[in-house]
T-cell receptor, first 113, second 115 residues
Framework: DAKTTQPNSMESNEEEPVHLPCNHSTISGTDYIHWYRQLPSQGPEYVIHGLTSNVNNRMASLAIAEDRKSSTLILHRATLRDAAVYYC??????????????FGKGMKLTVNP | EPEVTQTPSHQVTQMGQEVILRCVPISNHLYFYWYRQILGQKVEFLVSFYNNEISEKSEIFDDQFSVERPDGSNFTLKIRSTKLEDSAMYFCASDNRGRYTGELFFGEGSRLTVL
């Protein structure tokens, strides 16, 4: 499985934008970039995913570098509820078959009031 | 919003006992997964299940583990003879590749404590 590299942790302030970086220099053409997060004592939660183009949804935006070797998850206005471990994961889209997620250590985001 | 539900939320068992963890995936989903997370460690893939059979399993998923979809709604993980190192949070997940959104839906987890 292709690997990603994230900082161990980041801090942000409430109501400010947060940019969470991820490097994935060995990404292949069929890998989708997924972001999940895990709030304390909860299961992982899908945030966003993309392939080549930048993506927006109600939770966040995903900016993907032109060469796809890095991406940035953008939380436009951090809230205390956004404090979590964020995982950047490469997921190969296959025809049929399972598409398991392989979680790394993730990056712990602390949001200061 | 549809959700994956898991029971029990917490189970305490003695080493060597059998444990069954239950999951109700989202109703129109076709792919089912079990993951585990030992306290303070990464979320680890155990097994995926599709069309009533295992489609992929990890090295962790040895002969002590089995999965079943007994009645078309529940998805169970059985650990035949628990060991101390099986203590972990176990997460069930599901998705529907027929309408691929990339989103894997996880349950809240079942905490297993083996004494």
């Amino acid at each position: 499985d292709a690997k990603t590299t994230q900082p161990n942790s980041m801090e942000s302030n409430e109501e400010e934008p947060v940019h969470l970086p991820c490097n994935h220099s060995t990404i292949s053409g069929t890998d989708y970039i997924h972001w999940y997060r895990q709030l304390p004592s909860q299961g992982p939660e899908y945030v966003i995913h993309g392939l080549t183009s930048n993506v927006n949804n109600r939770m966040a935006s995903l900016a993907i570098a032109e060469d796809r070797k890095s991406s940035t998850l953008i939380l436009h206005r951090a809230t205390l509820r956004d404090a979590a471990v964020y995982y950047c994961i490469l997921r190969e889209k296959r025809q049929g078959g399972s598409e398991k997620l392989v979680f790394g250590k993730g990056m712990k985001l602390t949001v200061n009031p | 919003e549809p959700e994956v539900t898991q029971t029990p939320s917490h189970q305490v068992t003695q080493m060597g006992q059998e444990v069954i963890l239950r999951c109700v995936p989202i109703s129109n989903h076709l792919y089912f997964y079990w993951y585990r997370q030992i306290l303070g460690q990464k979320v680890e893939f155990l097994v995926s299940f599709y069309n009533n059979e295992i489609s992929e399993k990890s090295e962790i998923f040895d002969d002590q583990f089995s999965v079943e979809r007994p009645d078309g709604s529940n998805f169970t993980l059985k650990i035949r003879s628990t060991k101390l190192e099986d203590s972990a949070m176990y997460f069930c997940a599901s998705d529907n590749r027929g309408r691929y959104t990339g989103e894997l839906f996880f349950g809240e987890g079942s905490r297993l404590t083996v004494l």
